[in-house]
Protein backbone atom coordinates (compact mmCIF):
# COMPACT_ATOMS: atom_id res chain seq x y z
CA UNK A 1 0.00 0.00 0.00
CA UNK A 2 1.47 3.11 -1.18
CA UNK A 3 0.81 6.99 0.24
CA UNK A 4 0.62 7.81 -3.33
CA UNK A 5 -2.28 4.97 -3.97
CA UNK A 6 -4.66 6.92 -6.51
CA UNK A 7 -7.16 4.33 -6.93
CA UNK A 8 -8.79 2.21 -4.64
CA UNK A 9 -10.85 -0.85 -6.30
CA UNK A 10 -13.22 -2.66 -3.66
CA UNK A 11 -14.62 -5.95 -4.55
CA UNK A 12 -17.05 -7.53 -2.52
CA UNK A 13 -16.63 -11.72 -2.74
CA UNK A 14 -19.31 -14.02 -1.43
CA UNK A 15 -18.76 -17.40 -2.62
CA UNK A 16 -17.80 -16.82 -5.98
CA UNK A 17 -14.86 -19.90 -6.33
CA UNK A 18 -13.42 -19.94 -9.89
CA UNK A 19 -14.36 -16.28 -10.62
CA UNK A 20 -12.04 -14.60 -8.52
CA UNK A 21 -8.87 -15.26 -10.43
CA UNK A 22 -9.98 -14.30 -13.65
CA UNK A 23 -11.40 -11.41 -11.93
CA UNK A 24 -7.87 -10.32 -10.60
CA UNK A 25 -5.86 -10.72 -13.75
CA UNK A 26 -9.03 -8.63 -15.87
CA UNK A 27 -8.75 -5.84 -13.41
CA UNK A 28 -5.09 -5.27 -13.11
CA UNK A 29 -4.40 -5.65 -16.61
CA UNK A 30 -6.84 -3.02 -17.77
CA UNK A 31 -5.56 -0.81 -14.45
CA UNK A 32 -2.30 -1.19 -15.49
CA UNK A 33 -2.31 -0.96 -19.38
CA UNK A 34 -4.51 2.49 -18.76
CA UNK A 35 -1.97 3.65 -16.67
CA UNK A 36 -3.54 4.63 -14.01
CA UNK A 37 -1.07 5.50 -11.31
CA UNK A 38 -0.56 3.56 -8.15
CA UNK A 39 -3.41 1.50 -7.34
CA UNK A 40 -4.73 -1.42 -4.79
CA UNK A 41 -7.12 -3.60 -4.88
CA UNK A 42 -9.02 -4.34 -1.96
CA UNK A 43 -11.12 -7.68 -1.52
CA UNK A 44 -13.83 -8.20 1.58
CA UNK A 45 -14.70 -11.60 1.74
CA UNK A 46 -17.87 -11.22 3.17
CA UNK A 47 -17.58 -14.54 5.14
CA UNK A 48 -17.42 -17.18 2.12
CA UNK A 49 -18.05 -20.46 3.03
CA UNK A 50 -16.35 -22.59 0.00
CA UNK A 51 -12.21 -21.86 -0.89
CA UNK A 52 -12.78 -18.28 -1.93
CA UNK A 53 -10.62 -17.35 0.90
CA UNK A 54 -7.98 -19.43 0.07
CA UNK A 55 -8.13 -18.32 -3.76
CA UNK A 56 -8.01 -14.47 -2.32
CA UNK A 57 -5.03 -15.33 0.08
CA UNK A 58 -3.10 -16.71 -2.70
CA UNK A 59 -3.45 -13.14 -4.93
CA UNK A 60 -2.75 -11.17 -1.70
CA UNK A 61 0.59 -13.42 -1.61
CA UNK A 62 1.60 -12.85 -5.29
CA UNK A 63 0.61 -9.06 -5.57
CA UNK A 64 0.84 -6.61 -2.77
CA UNK A 65 -1.18 -4.33 -4.03
CA UNK A 66 -3.94 -6.50 -3.53
CA UNK A 67 -5.33 -6.98 0.67
CA UNK A 68 -7.83 -8.60 1.45
CA UNK A 69 -10.21 -8.41 4.78
CA UNK A 70 -12.39 -11.15 6.10
CA UNK A 71 -15.49 -10.53 7.39
CA UNK A 72 -16.83 -12.47 10.50
CA UNK A 73 -19.52 -13.84 9.06
CA UNK A 74 -22.05 -12.65 5.79
CA UNK A 75 -23.17 -9.23 6.36
CA UNK A 76 -23.93 -8.63 3.23
CA UNK A 77 -22.93 -6.69 0.05
CA UNK A 78 -24.09 -3.47 1.19
CA UNK A 79 -21.99 -4.26 4.56
CA UNK A 80 -19.16 -6.08 2.79
CA UNK A 81 -18.71 -2.51 0.59
CA UNK A 82 -18.72 -0.15 3.60
CA UNK A 83 -15.55 -2.26 5.23
CA UNK A 84 -13.82 -1.92 2.04
CA UNK A 85 -14.66 1.86 1.71
CA UNK A 86 -12.76 2.09 5.49
CA UNK A 87 -9.82 0.40 4.68
CA UNK A 88 -9.12 2.20 1.31
CA UNK A 89 -6.47 5.03 1.36
CA UNK A 90 -7.31 6.15 -2.89
CA UNK A 91 -7.73 9.48 -3.50
CA UNK A 92 -10.62 7.79 -5.76
CA UNK A 93 -12.32 4.64 -4.77
CA UNK A 94 -14.15 2.39 -7.29
CA UNK A 95 -16.76 -0.10 -6.43
CA UNK A 96 -16.82 -3.54 -8.74
CA UNK A 97 -18.33 -6.90 -8.34
CA UNK A 98 -16.04 -9.93 -8.48
CA UNK A 99 -18.51 -11.72 -11.47
CA UNK A 100 -17.11 -9.81 -13.97
CA UNK A 101 -20.73 -8.73 -14.72
CA UNK A 102 -19.19 -5.05 -14.74
CA UNK A 103 -16.55 -5.14 -16.85
CA UNK A 104 -13.04 -4.14 -15.21
CA UNK A 105 -12.02 -2.30 -18.89
CA UNK A 106 -14.80 0.62 -18.02
CA UNK A 107 -12.95 2.05 -14.64
CA UNK A 108 -10.11 3.86 -17.09
CA UNK A 109 -13.24 5.50 -18.85
CA UNK A 110 -14.66 6.46 -15.23
CA UNK A 111 -10.75 7.96 -13.47
CA UNK A 112 -10.90 9.95 -16.94
CA UNK A 113 -14.33 11.32 -15.94
CA UNK A 114 -12.73 11.80 -12.59
CA UNK A 115 -9.66 13.64 -13.77
CA UNK A 116 -12.05 15.87 -15.24
CA UNK A 117 -13.78 16.91 -12.05
CA UNK A 118 -16.49 14.56 -11.41
CA UNK A 119 -16.71 13.16 -7.76
CA UNK A 120 -19.09 10.42 -8.34
CA UNK A 121 -18.69 8.40 -11.97
CA UNK A 122 -21.49 5.93 -11.97
CA UNK A 123 -21.78 3.09 -14.31
CA UNK A 124 -25.41 2.79 -15.78
CA UNK A 125 -26.61 -0.20 -17.91
CA UNK A 126 -27.31 0.14 -21.72
CA UNK A 127 -27.91 -3.70 -22.10
CA UNK A 128 -28.08 -6.58 -19.56
CA UNK A 129 -27.23 -9.84 -21.16
CA UNK A 130 -27.90 -13.36 -19.44
CA UNK A 131 -30.38 -12.60 -16.84
CA UNK A 132 -34.22 -13.79 -16.58
CA UNK A 133 -37.04 -12.32 -17.29
CA UNK A 134 -38.08 -11.42 -14.15
CA UNK A 135 -34.87 -9.74 -12.67
CA UNK A 136 -35.07 -7.37 -15.76
CA UNK A 137 -38.44 -6.65 -14.99
CA UNK A 138 -38.21 -6.53 -11.44
CA UNK A 139 -34.85 -4.47 -11.66
CA UNK A 140 -36.52 -2.24 -14.23
CA UNK A 141 -39.71 -1.76 -12.49
CA UNK A 142 -37.78 -0.83 -9.18
CA UNK A 143 -35.26 2.05 -10.30
CA UNK A 144 -38.77 3.22 -11.46
CA UNK A 145 -40.60 3.13 -8.41
CA UNK A 146 -37.48 4.30 -6.23
CA UNK A 147 -37.60 7.42 -8.96
CA UNK A 148 -40.82 8.70 -8.58
CA UNK A 149 -41.74 8.00 -5.14
CA UNK A 150 -38.10 9.46 -3.27
CA UNK A 151 -36.81 12.83 -3.42
CA UNK A 152 -33.09 12.05 -4.20
CA UNK A 153 -32.36 11.72 -8.27
CA UNK A 154 -30.92 8.57 -8.61
CA UNK A 155 -29.27 7.49 -11.64
CA UNK A 156 -31.66 4.80 -13.46
CA UNK A 157 -30.44 1.26 -14.64
CA UNK A 158 -27.31 1.77 -12.20
CA UNK A 159 -25.94 -0.27 -10.05
CA UNK A 160 -23.07 -0.53 -7.30
CA UNK A 161 -20.42 -0.31 -10.23
CA UNK A 162 -18.78 3.20 -9.54
CA UNK A 163 -16.47 5.55 -8.46
CA UNK A 164 -16.15 7.69 -6.04
CA UNK A 165 -14.07 10.32 -5.03
CA UNK A 166 -12.34 11.11 -1.47
CA UNK A 167 -14.26 13.74 -0.69
CA UNK A 168 -17.40 11.65 -1.31
CA UNK A 169 -16.09 8.93 0.73
CA UNK A 170 -16.09 10.98 3.65
CA UNK A 171 -19.19 12.04 3.08
CA UNK A 172 -20.17 8.89 3.35
CA UNK A 173 -18.16 7.72 6.46
CA UNK A 174 -20.40 10.53 8.24
CA UNK A 175 -23.54 8.25 7.40
CA UNK A 176 -23.70 5.07 9.66
CA UNK A 177 -26.83 4.10 8.96
CA UNK A 178 -27.50 0.34 9.24
CA UNK A 179 -29.82 -0.53 6.69
CA UNK A 180 -28.07 0.71 3.61
CA UNK A 181 -28.83 1.40 -0.14
CA UNK A 182 -25.41 3.22 -1.01
CA UNK A 183 -26.33 3.78 -4.38
CA UNK A 184 -28.98 6.00 -2.89
CA UNK A 185 -26.42 7.56 -0.24
CA UNK A 186 -24.17 8.18 -3.18
CA UNK A 187 -26.66 10.78 -4.90
CA UNK A 188 -28.24 12.00 -1.38
CA UNK A 189 -24.68 13.49 -0.43
CA UNK A 190 -24.79 15.51 -4.30
CA UNK A 191 -20.86 16.50 -5.13
CA UNK A 192 -20.39 16.61 -9.06
CA UNK A 193 -21.65 13.59 -10.66
CA UNK A 194 -21.91 11.83 -13.80
CA UNK A 195 -22.59 8.04 -15.52
CA UNK A 196 -20.86 6.08 -17.84
CA UNK A 197 -23.03 3.59 -20.24
CA UNK A 198 -21.35 -0.17 -20.50
CA UNK A 199 -23.26 -3.54 -21.39
CA UNK A 200 -23.43 -5.56 -18.51
CA UNK A 201 -22.28 -9.33 -19.35
CA UNK A 202 -23.67 -12.72 -17.66
CA UNK A 203 -22.13 -13.74 -14.79
CA UNK A 204 -20.43 -16.75 -15.44
CA UNK A 205 -20.07 -18.98 -12.90
CA UNK A 206 -22.21 -19.67 -9.97
CA UNK A 207 -25.56 -17.70 -9.13
CA UNK A 208 -26.70 -14.62 -8.64
CA UNK A 209 -26.24 -14.13 -4.64
CA UNK A 210 -29.87 -11.88 -4.71
CA UNK A 211 -32.52 -14.00 -4.78
CA UNK A 212 -36.40 -12.73 -4.81
CA UNK A 213 -35.88 -12.48 -0.87
CA UNK A 214 -33.17 -10.75 -0.62
CA UNK A 215 -33.96 -7.98 -3.45
CA UNK A 216 -37.36 -7.39 -1.87
CA UNK A 217 -35.10 -6.49 1.66
CA UNK A 218 -33.13 -4.68 -0.17
CA UNK A 219 -35.91 -2.67 -2.08
CA UNK A 220 -37.64 -2.09 1.39
CA UNK A 221 -34.12 -0.61 3.02
CA UNK A 222 -34.12 1.27 -0.31
CA UNK A 223 -37.32 3.21 0.16
CA UNK A 224 -37.87 3.43 3.80
CA UNK A 225 -33.72 5.16 3.93
CA UNK A 226 -35.15 7.46 1.01
CA UNK A 227 -39.14 8.33 1.19
CA UNK A 228 -42.03 8.77 3.79
CA UNK A 229 -43.98 7.34 0.75
CA UNK A 230 -45.82 4.30 2.26
CA UNK A 231 -46.42 6.41 5.65
CA UNK A 232 -48.31 9.11 3.44
CA UNK A 233 -50.19 6.32 1.71
CA UNK A 234 -51.82 5.68 4.43
CA UNK A 235 -53.28 9.65 4.28
CA UNK A 236 -54.28 8.52 0.62
CA UNK A 237 -56.14 5.39 1.75
CA UNK A 238 -58.04 6.89 4.98
CA UNK A 239 -59.40 10.09 2.25
CA UNK A 240 -60.43 6.91 -0.04
CA UNK A 241 -62.08 5.29 2.52
CA UNK A 242 -64.03 8.43 3.93
CA UNK A 243 -65.35 9.64 0.00
CA UNK A 244 -66.24 5.87 -0.07
CA UNK A 245 -68.12 5.39 2.93
CA UNK A 246 -69.88 8.99 2.68
CA UNK A 247 -70.75 8.03 -1.23
CA UNK A 248 -72.13 5.09 0.29
CA UNK A 249 -74.85 6.83 2.99
CA UNK A 250 -77.00 7.72 0.27
CA UNK A 251 -77.06 4.85 -1.90
CA UNK A 252 -77.69 2.76 1.12
CA UNK A 253 -81.06 5.12 2.24
CA UNK A 254 -81.83 5.52 -1.23
CA UNK A 255 -82.12 1.53 -1.48
CA UNK A 256 -83.27 1.09 1.70
CA UNK A 257 -86.36 3.84 0.94
CA UNK A 258 -86.92 2.02 -1.86
CA UNK A 259 -87.10 -1.78 -1.52
CA UNK A 260 -87.37 -2.28 2.59
CA UNK A 261 -84.91 -1.95 5.56
CA UNK A 262 -83.37 -5.25 5.19
CA UNK A 263 -81.78 -4.20 1.76
CA UNK A 264 -77.87 -4.00 1.82
CA UNK A 265 -77.77 -5.96 4.76
CA UNK A 266 -76.52 -9.58 5.67
CA UNK A 267 -73.37 -11.17 7.50
CA UNK A 268 -71.73 -11.82 4.43
CA UNK A 269 -71.20 -8.23 3.22
CA UNK A 270 -70.55 -7.11 6.56
CA UNK A 271 -67.60 -10.24 6.92
CA UNK A 272 -66.28 -9.56 3.59
CA UNK A 273 -65.66 -5.78 4.35
CA UNK A 274 -64.44 -6.79 7.95
CA UNK A 275 -61.74 -8.77 6.31
CA UNK A 276 -60.96 -6.12 3.51
CA UNK A 277 -60.09 -3.69 6.02
CA UNK A 278 -58.23 -5.77 8.47
CA UNK A 279 -55.85 -6.38 5.63
CA UNK A 280 -55.50 -2.62 4.53
CA UNK A 281 -55.11 -2.48 8.38
CA UNK A 282 -52.49 -5.06 8.84
CA UNK A 283 -51.01 -3.43 5.45
CA UNK A 284 -50.27 -0.50 7.23
CA UNK A 285 -49.07 -1.82 10.24
CA UNK A 286 -46.31 -3.83 8.33
CA UNK A 287 -45.44 -0.44 6.68
CA UNK A 288 -44.91 1.17 10.31
CA UNK A 289 -43.34 -1.85 11.72
CA UNK A 290 -40.93 -1.38 8.63
CA UNK A 291 -39.86 1.99 9.89
CA UNK A 292 -39.95 1.70 13.58
CA UNK A 293 -37.50 -1.55 13.46
CA UNK A 294 -35.41 0.50 11.95
CA UNK A 295 -35.46 2.65 14.26
CA UNK A 296 -34.70 0.02 16.69
CA UNK A 297 -31.51 -1.05 14.96
CA UNK A 298 -30.35 2.64 14.92
CA UNK A 299 -30.90 2.75 18.41
CA UNK A 300 -29.26 -0.22 19.05
CA UNK A 301 -25.83 1.56 17.46
CA UNK A 302 -24.32 -2.46 16.85
CA UNK A 303 -21.58 -1.99 14.50
CA UNK A 304 -21.84 -2.70 10.30
CA UNK A 305 -19.16 -5.53 10.19
CA UNK A 306 -17.42 -7.11 11.94
CA UNK A 307 -13.68 -7.88 10.64
CA UNK A 308 -12.21 -11.41 11.54
CA UNK A 309 -8.93 -11.33 9.66
CA UNK A 310 -6.36 -9.78 7.28
CA UNK A 311 -4.49 -11.53 4.32
CA UNK A 312 -0.94 -10.19 4.97
CA UNK A 313 1.64 -10.17 2.06
CA UNK A 314 4.98 -10.90 3.56
CA UNK A 315 4.13 -13.73 5.21
CA UNK A 316 1.64 -15.30 3.17
CA UNK A 317 -0.23 -15.76 6.58
CA UNK A 318 -3.48 -13.94 7.99
CA UNK A 319 -3.55 -11.58 10.88
CA UNK A 320 -6.25 -11.34 13.49
CA UNK A 321 -8.44 -8.44 13.10
CA UNK A 322 -5.92 -5.60 15.12
CA UNK A 323 -7.50 -3.80 17.97
CA UNK A 324 -7.28 -0.54 15.46
CA UNK A 325 -10.01 -2.05 13.75
CA UNK A 326 -12.36 -2.37 15.98
CA UNK A 327 -12.56 1.15 16.58
CA UNK A 328 -12.71 1.26 12.68
CA UNK A 329 -15.49 -0.42 12.61
CA UNK A 330 -18.36 2.49 12.32
CA UNK A 331 -20.28 1.88 15.11
N1 LIG B 1 -21.99 -10.34 -2.39
C1 LIG B 1 -21.51 -10.20 -1.10
N2 LIG B 1 -22.32 -10.59 -0.06
C2 LIG B 1 -23.58 -11.06 -0.25
C3 LIG B 1 -24.06 -11.18 -1.58
C4 LIG B 1 -23.25 -10.81 -2.63
O1 LIG B 1 -20.38 -9.77 -0.88
O2 LIG B 1 -24.24 -11.40 0.74
C5 LIG B 1 -21.11 -9.95 -3.53
C6 LIG B 1 -20.94 -10.99 -4.62
O3 LIG B 1 -19.87 -11.87 -4.35
C7 LIG B 1 -20.67 -10.13 -5.85
C8 LIG B 1 -21.50 -8.88 -5.56
O4 LIG B 1 -21.73 -8.86 -4.16
O5 LIG B 1 -19.31 -9.74 -5.96
C9 LIG B 1 -22.82 -8.85 -6.33
O6 LIG B 1 -23.56 -10.03 -6.15
P1 LIG B 1 -24.36 -10.71 -7.35
O7 LIG B 1 -23.49 -10.80 -8.55
O8 LIG B 1 -24.90 -12.01 -6.86
O9 LIG B 1 -25.55 -9.69 -7.59
P2 LIG B 1 -26.28 -9.39 -8.98
O10 LIG B 1 -25.22 -9.01 -9.97
O11 LIG B 1 -26.99 -10.65 -9.36
O12 LIG B 1 -27.21 -8.27 -8.66
MG1 LIG C 1 -23.60 -10.14 -10.41
Not at 51 to 57: A, D, I
Not at 95 to 106: A, G, R, S, T, W
Not at 203 to 214: A, E, L, M, Q, V
Request: with cysteine; proline share 5%.
Amino acid sequence: MSPRTVVSVITPVYNETGLIDSFYERLARSLDGAGVGDWELIFVDDGSEDSSPEELQAIVCKDERVKCVHLSRNFGQEQAVAAGIDQAVGQAVVLIDVDLQDPPEIIPKMIAKWREGYQVVYGTRSSRRGENWFKLLSAKFFYRLIDRITDIEMPLDSGMFRLLDRQVIQALQQMPERHRFLRGMTSWVGFRQTGVLYDRDERRIGSTKYPFRKMFLLSLDAITSFSYFPLQLMLYASLFLILVSMGLVPVILILRLGRGPDFFGGQATSILLILLLSAFQLFFLFIIGQYVGRIFDEVRQRPLYLIREHDHAETGKTLPASPEDETEDRR
